[in-house]
C-alpha cells in the first residue's frame, strides 16, 4: 500500500481551516490524539517533508538536487552524489535505584507531564557510553548497569531514532542534581505513584492545591513502553 504526504505550507492556514471545518495544531499536540499506527506514519511524512525541504541544494557543489518518485533519496546530476534521508541516535533512559524510578520535564513540557531522561549520542560513542554520560550530566548520578528495551523512530527535533534503555543506580548514591540547563525537574517516583498516573488520561490536570498530576508520554511513545516494562518488573519482584 502507498501513502502520500502533502506540504501545505505555502497555502493559507486560515482558508484550509475553513474549507476542512477543523483547525491546525502543533504536531507534538496531535500526537496525544491518535494510536500508535497514524501517530507512525505522520512522523514519517513530517520527516520526510521537513528532510526534502532542507537538502534541495548539493552540499559539495552547491546546485540543486532532485528527488526521485518515491521520495526516498536525492541526487545531485552534477556529480552523482545520491543523498538518502537520516536520522540521528538518540538514548532514552529509564532511570531505577531498584524501588523508584526517576522521571523528567523540560520547560517546553505540558504541565505535570513527566518523561524518560533521553539526549543524542555524540560522535564516537557507544550506547553504554551515552547512557552514562546523559544520566551524570542530568540528573548527577552514576549508572550501575543497563539493558537495551526496543527503539521507535522520533521526529523531534529534527527525525530522530530513539534507543530506548533501561538503567540502574545505587540505592545508596541516588540524590538527584539537577542540571538546569537540560531540565526543569527530576524526582523519584514510586509504583503506586507510577501506576496511578498510568491510569490518568495523557493531559494537565490541575489539583485543588494549585499543582498539576503526574502524567505520562501517550501509550504508543516509547518512553510509555519503558514505563509500563519497569512497573512489570516492580510487580513481579518478591516482597
Known sequence: MAYFALDLGSLEKMDIESELKGSFTE???????????????????????????????CSKTGQPTQK??????????????????QMSPVVITLVSDGSRCLLARQASFPQ?????????????????????????EEVGLEVKSMWYSASQHWPFPNSSLMIACHATVWPQQNEIRVNKLELEAATWFSL???????????????QEDGRFSLWLPPKWAIAHQLIQEWVKQQSNMPA
Not at 499536540?29 to 520527516?47: C, E, I, V
Not at 560513542?125 to 551524570?136: I, W
Open 112 to 136: 505535570g507531564m513527566y518523561s524518560a531522561l533521553a539526549g543524542f549520542c555524540d560522535v564516537g560513542e557507544t550506547l553504554e557510553e551515552t547512557v552514562r554520560r546523559e544520566v551524570a
Open 192 to 206: 503506586e505513584e507510577v501506576v496511578e498516573a498510568l491510569r490518568r488520561e495523557p493531559r494537565p490536570l490541575k
Open 68 to 85: 526521485n518518485l518515491a521520495g526516498s533519496k536525492r541526487v545531485c546530476h552534477t556529480n552523482g552524489i545520491i543523498y538518502y534521508p
Open 27 to 57: 504536531l507534538w499536540k496531535a500526537f496525544f490524539q491518535l494510536d500508535g499506527k497514524d501517530a507512525s506514519l505522520l512522523s514519517l511524512a513530517q520527516a520526510l517533508l521537513r528532510w526534502h525541504d532542507t537538502h534541495k541544494y
